[in-house]
């Protein structure tokens, strides 16, 4: 017992009491892009690119895109890209996240009034695979662990469609699982909205250009929420759920 004891003491309190302002560290969160000019002709970040997130003249990164691996960063000589450890990126349209010099945050996530006032106080979400990696699941899974506790906001995970109010997506959405996604989506009752979680998600990430992928589904159904990252940080998705269904 006492040895048990001296484990919890020496772990501290895992418990985030300020969800909206906590900045984890070690993370790579949020690009910054400096306003010093580029070299002529260097497109160094561009070609180093593996989802073609990044334009040139002037550098544009697209968050959709992005999976966040540091290479445009490191190919870049004049050191214009950092990536920051900030989580606070999700954005409720494309456009939103896609980052400059000029404007170097993605367009706050507006809160949805209808959303608002009919899962302000209670909201279930039913989270779809459609074929990616299963690290976005493994962030979501840690939503509810004692560090994040997202129930303390009424926000839970349920096992059925049929008793979900938002689906979150995650992945590229393989052929495989097009069939399966519908019919999740079909099974829940309006009104209901849908979430892109990830990069795979919102663009298709690494596997945009594979054959075996059918993302039609996202051609009749727009969501609400986008949250880049390879995978997302578990704060990245708190935050932009928190301002959407405008929870202080």
Known sequence: MLKALRVLRSQGDQFIGDLRG????????RPVIGAAPCPDGCEACVRVCPTAA???DPVRIDLARCVFCNECALACPEEKIVFTPEPRMSADRPEGLVVTADRPTPTPVA??????RMFGRSLKLRQVSAGGCNGCELELNALANVNFDLQRYGIEWVASPRHADGLVLTGPISSHMAEALQLSWDAMPEPRFL???GAC????????????????????FSPSLLVP???PHPLTFVQGILDLLGIR
Do not use: K, Q
Not at 111 to 116: G, K, P
Not at 201 to 220: C, K, N, T, V
């Open 22 to 29: 906590a900045v984890p560290t070690g993370h790579r969160g």
């Open 54 to 56: 990044i334009t040139a």
């Open 111 to 116: 809160t949805s009034e209808a959303l608002r």
């Open 195 to 197: 979430v892109s979680f």
């Open 201 to 220: 998600a919102l663009s298709g990430g690494l596997y945009a250009d594979s054959a075996e992928l059918d993302r039609s589904f996202l051609s009749r």
């Open 229 to 231: 990252g390879c995978p």
